[in-house]
């Protein structure tokens, strides 16, 4: 989740910081908190 935050709070230049935010948003989306996503940023992140 820190990991998470500290992406939210920069650019994404680098293809690792990418890769690291969609996996993170994979986890969120399919995982128990996915009921605290909706209508967040994080829900309309992982449509995208």
Known sequence: MRKLEELLGRSFDNADDVLAMRL?????????????????PFSRLADS
């Open 24 to 40: 993170a948003l994979v986890f969120l989306t399919e995982s128990p908190f996915e009921e605290f996503l909706v209508g967040s």
